[in-house]
């Protein structure tokens, strides 16, 4: 079973910045639908930013020009960097994919809808 490992989260001022990981274990052979999301306490969760299924970029329109979307893959992992960062940031980000297959025991098998563990952002004065 695959599993995404998120890093980077913490405390940052208003207008820092701090940029998330998420790495997919095992030995991956395809990731589709690479995405970010968040939850603020009372509130739903939301996506913040994504790979599109044609490759492009699409984002909240809350940090539209200050989070950017990335990814290396030949390290499976999936990257958010957050610039300018705001008080109504703050939340758990959890980082999703859509699809990913991989090799386990000689075999090939394909998991979807995978979730993170969640990473607290606290932006705070």
């Known amino acids: 079973q695959v599993q995404l490992v998120e890093s980077g989260g913490g405390l940052v001022q208003p207008g820092g910045s701090l940029r998330l990981s998420c790495a997919a274990s095992g030995s991956i052979f395809l990731i589709l639908g690479m995405g970010w999301y968040r939850q603020a306490p009372g509130k739903q969760r939301e996506i913040v930013a994504a790979f599109t299924s044609g490759g492009t970029t699409n984002y909240a329109d809350s940090v539209k020009g200050r989070f950017t979307i990335s990814r290396d893959n030949a390290k499976n992992t999936w990257y958010l960097q957050m610039n300018s960062l705001k008080p109504e940031d703050a939340a758990v980000y959890y980082c999703?994919?859509?699809?990913?297959?991989?090799?386990?025991?000689?075999?090939?098998?394909?998991?979807?809808?995978?979730w993170g563990q969640g990473t607290q952002v606290t932006v705070s004065s």
């Open positions: 999703h994919a859509d699809r990913v297959t991989y090799f386990s025991g000689g075999t090939r098998d394909t998991d979807y809808d995978i």
